[in-house]
């Protein structure tokens, strides 16, 4: 997974991530990977429009998004 925050971050493209918070609750973010450090990633979350740090040791899903829009329904 090193290797995959490493690229996103170079490239900019958006991930979505799966972590687990720190009140211990799974969650979802689609982020821009800002800077890859020992430990953590500082990603800016498209949703919230804010920079947000994630520990690594809680991320368990990371993935290029597809699009950013999303539908509903089929």
């Not at 020992?38 to 809680?58: P, S």
């Amino acid at each position: 997974m090193e290797a995959f925050f490493k690229r996103a971050s170079e490239n900019q493209k958006p991930v979505e991530l799966i972590y687990l918070s720190k009140e211990k609750e799974w969650s979802q973010r689609a982020v821009k990977i800002l800077q890859n450090a020992e430990g953590f990633i500082l990603a800016y979350c498209l949703e919230r429009r804010q920079v947000r740090k994630f520990l690594k040791q809680n991320i368990y899903s990371a993935l290029y998004l597809k699009s950013r829009k999303r539908r509903i329904g089929a």
